[in-house]
C-alpha cells in the first residue's frame, strides 16, 4: 500500500506519450487535403454507426462543408498545446474530445485513430489530476498529505488501466491472427509485402524480395510477430532493465511497420503505448539543455 500511496506517474514520461498521441493526429490532418480526410458533413446521417448524439456534439460536426478548414485549424491548434505540455489539466479534455471526433468523422481513419482516441480517454483524468504548467516539468508530491494519498490512489487507478489497455491490444493483435490461415500458415507477410495499398515501397522490394522466396525465412518472420507482440503484452511483468530493453525493441519493431507500410500515425501512436506499457512511471526521460527538465 506504502507504494500506492506513493504513486506518481506525473513525470515527462507520460507527457512524451501525450505529445507522440497528439503529434499523429496534429500531422494526419496538417498534411492530408480536407476532401480526402472527411466524410461531407451533410452525409453522416448515412453511417449508422454514428449515434445522433455523437453527430450532434462531434466537434467536425459544428461546421459547414465550406468552412471545414476552420475546423482544422483550431484542432491543430488545441493539438499543438497538447504538443507543446502546455496545461494538461486543460487540454487532456480537449485532447481527447478532438481525437474522438476526428476518429467518428475521418473516412480514412485506421486501427491507430481508435488506439488514440481510447488512450487519449483514460487519460482524461490523469490529466485532471495534473496540476503542472507543462507536462515536462518535474511533479513534486507531498506525499504525507492525505489530499496527495487520495490523489496517488487515484492516478495508480487510472495508469494500471492504461498498461492493462495496452497489454490487451497487444495480446488481441496477436492472439487473432492465430485462427486467419495465412498467419497460422506462416506466409501472412508474404502477402503483406506485396500488399498493393499497405505493401513495401518499391525501393525496398528488391531488397527483401530474395529472402521471401525461401519458405522457412518467411514462416520464421510471421510467428516471430506473434510471439513479439505477445512478449509486449507480459512486458510488465519483466524487470526495470528488461522493460526498457524490450521497449527499444519495440520501437524498431514500430519503425519498421512505417517503413515497410508507410502508417506514420499509427506508429507515432503505438511509440506512445509502448511508453505507458514499458517505461518505468518513475524513471523520467532526460532531454539535455532543456529548461523544463527541472
Not at 495508480?156 to 490461415?181: H, P
Not at 528488461?242 to 517503413?259: M, T
Request: aromatic fraction near 20%; hydrophobic fraction near 50%.
Amino acid at each position: 500500500m506504502k507504494k500506492i500511496f506513493a504513486f506518481s506517474p506525473l513525470t515527462n514520461v507520460y507527457g512524451l506519450a501525450r505529445t507522440l498521441l497528439a503529434l499523429s493526429t496534429f500531422l494526419t490532418i496538417l498534411f492530408t487535403d480536407s476532401d480526402v480526410l472527411f466524410r461531407p458533413l451533410g452525409n453522416f446521417q448515412h453511417f449508422g454507426y454514428l449515434k445522433h448524439f455523437l453527430m450532434e456534439i462531434n466537434f467536425y460536426s459544428f461546421f459547414f462543408n465550406e468552412n471545414i478548414v476552420w475546423a482544422k485549424v483550431i484542432s491543430l491548434f488545441i493539438l499543438g498545446l497538447v504538443i507543446s505540455g502546455w496545461r494538461p489539466r486543460i487540454t487532456g479534455l480537449l485532447h481527447w474530445y478532438i481525437s474522438c471526433s476526428f476518429a467518428l468523422s475521418c473516412i480514412i481513419v485506421d486501427g491507430g485513430d481508435h488506439i488514440n482516441t481510447i488512450l487519449c480517454f483514460i487519460l482524461v483524468p490523469i490529466t485532471l489530476l495534473d496540476s503542472r504548467k507543462n507536462h515536462w516539468q518535474t511533479y513534486h508530491p507531498v506525499f504525507d498529505k492525505l489530499s496527495e494519498k487520495y490523489r496517488s490512489i487515484t492516478l495508480f487507478a487510472f495508469y494500471t488501466v492504461l498498461k492493462i489497455q495496452v497489454a490487451m491490444i497487444y495480446f488481441q493483435s496477436s492472439t487473432a491472427k492465430f485462427f486467419v490461415k495465412e498467419w497460422a500458415n506462416g506466409t501472412a507477410i508474404y502477402y503483406w509485402f506485396y500488399d498493393p495499398s499497405f505493401g513495401a515501397p518499391d525501393w525496398l522490394l528488391p531488397i527483401i524480395k530474395p529472402l521471401l522466396h525461401y519458405s522457412l525465412i518467411t514462416v520464421f518472420i510471421t510467428w516471430s510477430v506473434l510471439v513479439f507482440e505477445l512478449a509486449l503484452c507480459i512486458g510488465p511483468l519483466l524487470s526495470e532493465k528488461n522493460r526498457k530493453y524490450l521497449f527499444f525493441l519495440g520501437v524498431a519493431f514500430h519503425f519498421s511497420i512505417f517503413i515497410i507500410h508507410g502508417l506514420a500515425s499509427f506508429s507515432l501512436t503505438m511509440y506512445a503505448a509502448l511508453l505507458i506499457l514499458l517505461w518505468p512511471h518513475d524513471s523520467p526521460i532526460v532531454f539535455k539543455n532543456l529548461k523544463f527538465n527541472k
